[in-house]
């Protein structure tokens, strides 16, 4: 089933008024990491409890992450931010966020991959995309909305 904010029930929890499609990463390996032109790619892959493959949701992010660890803060461009996205590949999702207070955050084991983009680095009317292909589900992030509500 599509989905878009439109028509996703409140989940009446926090305070954002819809939960976002952001916590079926919870579990899931980071497989691949994309530089494209001006964007970043993040390929998942999401297992059953047997073990078999059910998808691989992709995580389009149109504002680069900040790549956040115990000694480091890197940001796009910064002196090892490439191999800091880079080195998550193969690493499982631990925890998500994704309220006004924390902005879009990905834990991994030992950093962490969080959006919270001022209102300079918006590169347009999206901040991030969330595909699962499988089931043909998707979610949006925008300025001004749900997580991002503080961006107008």
Known sequence: MKWNRQDRPDSGSG???RQSLLHRLLGAKLISVTFI?????????????D???????RLDCLVWPKAVTATHSLTFG???Y?????????????LVRDDPSSGMQ??????????RPTLD?????????????????????RPGEDTFVDLV
Do not use: N
């Open 15 to 17: 305070p954002s008024p």
């Open 37 to 49: 032109h001006d964007f970043l790619e993040l390929t998942f892959e999401e297992t059953g409890e």
């Open 51 to 57: 073990g078999h493959l059910i998808d691989s949701p």
């Open 78 to 80: 910064a002196p090892g």
């Open 82 to 94: 490439r191999d800091a996205l880079c080195e998550c590949i193969g690493a499982t999702v631990t």
């Open 106 to 115: 990905l834990h991994f084991d030992d950093r962490i991959l969080e959006i």
């Open 121 to 141: 680095e918006l590169p347009g009317p999206e901040i991030a995309l969330l595909h699962f292909f499988e089931t043909k589900e998707w979610d949006v992030w």
